[in-house]
């Protein structure tokens, strides 16, 4: 089993900046891939980033250059740092693991197998 907390959602205005976390505990944190998806009323979770075990990044096309994930292999976490922040933003963010190995980025939420409670991101314009 795997445990996920995300922390460090809150409001803030565009073009601002945030950094969300997602603390991992239950399995070697080094060996799995994670990613962020995000979900707004009435749409589907969609992929926002992730990192392979390996350290290999990828982004969707509506935030790269804006935000960057990072891992911490030490300290068990996830980081997804939010710059240049639109309203379009604004969702619920879960953080996810995946324990399969992969050596690509999952991009699609039945690629991973473990999820946390989510963080509520609102950008206001």
């Known amino acids: 089993q795997v445990q996920l907390v995300e922390s460090g959602g809150g409001l803030v205005q565009a073009g601002g900046s945030l950094r969300l976390s997602c603390a991992a505990s239950g399995r070697t944190f080094s060996n799995y891939g994670m990613g962020w998806f995000r979900q707004a009323p009435g749409k589907e979770r969609e992929f926002v980033a992730g990192?392979?075990?390996?350290?290999?990044?990828t982004y969707s096309d509506s935030v790269k250059g804006r935000f960057t994930i990072s891992r911490d292999n030490a300290k068990n976490t996830v980081y997804l740092q939010m710059n240049s922040l639109k309203s379009e933003d604004t969702a619920v963010y879960y953080c996810?693991?995946?324990?399969?190995?992969?050596?690509?980025?999952?991009?699609?939420?039945?690629?991973?197998?473990?999820w946390g409670q989510g963080t509520q991101v609102t950008v206001s314009s």
């Open positions: 990192i392979t075990w390996s350290g290999l990044r």
């Open positions: 996810a693991a995946d324990l399969t190995g992969r050596l690509r980025v999952g991009v699609r939420p039945s690629e991973y197998g473990y």
